[in-house]
């Protein structure tokens, strides 16, 4: 019996060890690598013509290349969302800019503007 009891708390004083040593694993994850996960690549058209991408401002020009080091060139579609007060006229030349640059799945998204009428509903059998 008193065996046992010295087994089991030899266990007991091992488990603790083991769970208390083993530590945890931490890792650093990039914005890049974060955004890699996503089948879309998401960035913001701004009003003076220059894109958002994860936090980052970059030139017109400049956005081709980043684009392909996200992945956009291995098939992955890439989103334009507008900034607040960017005219469609804008997204469109902004699209077309991103198609000519070699991105052929190039999607606008814009807020919906909805419209909803309600009539009175008719009785017609009175």
């Known amino acids: 019996m008193k065996l046992k009891v010295h087994f089991l708390s030899l266990c007991a004083v091992l488990l603790t060890a083991v769970i208390c040593f083993s530590g945890c694993k931490t890792t650093t994850i990039t914005r890049e690598e974060q955004n890699k ?17 994860l936090g980052d401002v970059f030139e017109r020009e400049d956005i081709p290349k980043v684009l392909k080091k996200s992945g956009a060139s291995m098939g992955r579609s890439i989103t334009i969302k507008a900034a607040d007060n960017v005219e469609k006229k804008a ?36």
Request: glycine share 6%.
């Open 37 to 53: 996960g996503n089948l879309s690549i998401q960035v913001i058209l701004n009003h003076d013509g220059t894109f958002t991408y």
């Open 91 to 126: 997204l469109v030349e902004a699209r077309q800019f991103l198609v000519y640059k070699g991105f052929p799945n190039v999607t606008i998204v814009t807020k919906r503007i909805a419209v909803s009428y309600e009539e009175e509903l008719k009785d017609d059998n009175k």
